[in-house]
Antibody, heavy 119, light 110 residues
């Protein structure tokens, strides 16, 4: 089993860049897909994209294509979600989730990272 | 990719059974047996309660069960308990090789 630990809460200004992370431990990260999920205040869950740790195969949901970058660093068992220019509308809780390659359910979740973008 | 459609709210009395529906298309729910369900309590991360339409992960109460017919999947909670009060989301793999969540259902125990 893998445990996912996310980086802490962030407060940023519009236009700033940001990279948040999701570190795995307890199992070989290379057999997992890691996904990023956005939850805006009081709203539902939205998939942003997923990445296969073994080969960095990355897939974005249409709404997030070009808006964020998802990456993985096998050497430190860490997946990342990155913005080049934040907007106030990016204010949300962001969760990373893990699924074993070949399975379709996301049984492992990080604790969430709250990103607040405000001038 | 549009979100799967769930009722906004479902309620029931303790001990009753409730069912939450999740309607998609032949490109997601109807095309794959890759529907999963997640429970989310306020301020907490989601928790997997049903995988692959009908499978219950280890440690999840037997009161949770899943099914699917055509483009609609369902989650049934039997013997409703106060601790079941939470938001529930369905999730499906899609023909675009990505996933999509449902709109979410708030379950209230009366």
């Amino acid at each position: 089993e893998v445990q996912l630990v996310q980086s802490g809460a962030e407060v940023k200004k519009p236009g700033e860049s940001l990279k948040i992370s999701c570190k795995g431990s307890g199992d070989s990260f290379t057999k997992y897909w890691i996904g990023w999920v956005r939850q805006m205040p009081g709203k539902g869950l939205e998939w942003m994209g997923i990445i296969h740790f073994a080969d960095s195969d990355t897939r974005y949901s249409p709404s997030f294509q070009g808006q964020v970058t998802i990456s993985a660093d096998k050497s430190i068992s860490t997946a990342s979600l990155q913005w080049s220019s934040l907007r106030a509308s990016d204010t949300a809780m962001y969760y990373c989730a893990g699924a074993v390659h070949g399975q379709s359910s996301w049984g492992y979740w990080g604790q969430g990272a709250l990103v607040t973008v405000s001038s | 990719q549009s979100a799967l459609t769930q009722p906004a709210s479902v309620s029931g009395s303790p001990g009753q059974a409730i069912t939450i529906s999740c309607t998609g298309t032949s490109s997601d729910v109807g095309g794959y047996n890759y529907v999963s369900w997640y429970q989310q309590h306020p301020g907490k991360a989601p928790k997997l309660v049903i995988s692959d339409v009908t499978n219950r992960p280890s440690g999840v109460s037997t009161r949770f069960s899943g099914s699917k017919s055509g483009n609609t999947a369902s989650l049934t909670i039997s013997g409703l308990q106060a601790e079941d009060e939470a938001d529930y989301y369905c999730n499906s793999y899609t023909s675009s090789n990505i996933y999509v969540f449902g709109t979410g259902t708030k379950v209230t125990v009366l």
